[in-house]
């Protein structure tokens, strides 16, 4: 299984790294769309800054999301408080979307761990 991981790992770092040389992106499966050149001074420093706060901004709930599972014993994580101060009430389905993938991934570690020992 392992092999596997890393060999469809490799294959997808190969696809980006061509797809970053040629200039394009992957939309869903099948398509790619051109990247548009920034230049400077054109309005597209300023385009490339919105979509860096939408980035930003995406990041900032999702922080706050984990924050508020956190707090509410999902799981324990002691360095969330660092990054998060504060957070408003989310919906449990968010909670238990973040549970699962943290348990997710936990589990998967952990038998990784035990069959490589």
């Known amino acids: 299984m392992y092999v596997c991981i890393v060999v469809c790992l490799r294959v997808r770092e190969?696809?980006?790294e061509r797809e970053r040389e040629r200039g394009?992106?992957?939309?869903?499966?099948?398509?790619?769309v051109r990247q548009p050149a920034t230049v400077p001074?054109?309005?597209?420093?300023?385009?490339?800054?919105?979509?860096?706060?939408?980035?930003?901004?995406?990041?900032?709930?999702?922080?706050?999301?984990?924050?508020?599972?956190v707090q509410l014993g999902y799981w324990c994580?002691?360095?969330?408080?660092?990054f998060v101060k504060q957070t408003a009430r989310?919906?449990?389905?968010?909670?238990?979307?973040?549970?699962?993938?943290?348990?997710?991934?936990?589990l998967f570690v952990e038998n990784f761990l035990k069959v490589s020992v």
Do not use: H, W
Request: proline share 3%; aromatic share 6%.
């Open 14 to 16: 190969k696809e980006r």
């Open 77 to 82: 994580d002691p360095f969330i408080s660092l």
């Open 90 to 106: 989310k919906a449990p389905e968010i909670n238990r979307g973040y549970y699962a993938r943290v348990k997710g991934i936990e």
């Open 41 to 69: 001074g054109a309005g597209g420093m300023i385009k490339d800054m919105a979509d860096d706060e939408a980035i930003q901004a995406t990041n900032d709930d999702a922080s706050e999301c984990k924050r508020y599972a």
């Open 24 to 32: 394009e992106r992957k939309i869903g499966k099948e398509r790619a």
